[in-house]
């Protein structure tokens, strides 16, 4: 099952898990009440033929997919992209992300500035709302594989933070304040 961690404040390497002392989990569902993220669990090794992804796909629109490696033989300049990774951004659109092999961490704010840690790993496939502010990091293993869908044609544009102005975190922002009560529902 996917975990979820408030993090710590330490400014150690990204790629550790940064616990708070003690660990304060986070469930799931208290993670979507708490910023809209979405999580789902599908069968990595038979993605194409999974019930949950055919439905999800078929009801939101994902036309586009690709596939794509990040490990430390894959991305030259690894250690810079890593931090670019972590640069704190938001997005127009979901960022949806299905992993098929490795592992790492998705870290997303909740309302209270807190950096919550979402730790996935094969068969999770995640939803980042539009507007969230978020970041993204490999963990000690140094390898993820991940399948990325999108409505249409894909724009992978962070805007980094501040961007308060725009109009997907004015959405975002309104949505969290009702706690995305029937906002996306599958
Ligand atoms: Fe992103």
Redesign the pocket.
């Known amino acids: 099952m996917v975990k979820i961690w408030f993090m710590d404040n330490e400014q150690t390497d990204q790629r550790l898990e940064h616990h708070r002392s003690p660990p304060e989990y986070l469930e799931l569902a208290d993670l979507y009440k708490k910023t809209g993220v979405e999580y789902f669990k599908i069968n990595a090794d038979a993605y194409q033929s999974d019930e949950v992804l055919t439905q999800l796909r078929a009801k939101r629109g994902y036309t586009y997919d690709d596939e794509i490696t990040c490990s430390e033989k894959c991305l030259p300049d690894y250690a810079n992209k890593l931090k670019a990774f972590f640069t704190e ?3 127009t659109d979901e ?1 949806i992300r299905l992993v098929l092999d490795g592992s790492g961490y998705f870290d997303v704010r909740d309302n209270e500035e807190n950096w919550l840690r979402i730790q996935v790993v094969k068969g999770d496939l995640i939803i ?1 709302p539009a507007g969230i502010y ?3 990091t490999l963990d000690s293993n140094n390898f993820i594989k991940a399948r990325r869908y999108f409505v249409g044609e894909p724009v ?1 544009t ?1 805007h980094n933070r501040p961007a308060d102005d725009m109009d997907c975190r004015k959405s975002y922002i309104k949505h969290q304040a009702e706690h995305f009560v029937q906002f996306n529902k599958v």
Do not use: G, V
């Open positions: 951004h938001l997005h960022e980042i978020h970041r993204f992978w962070p």
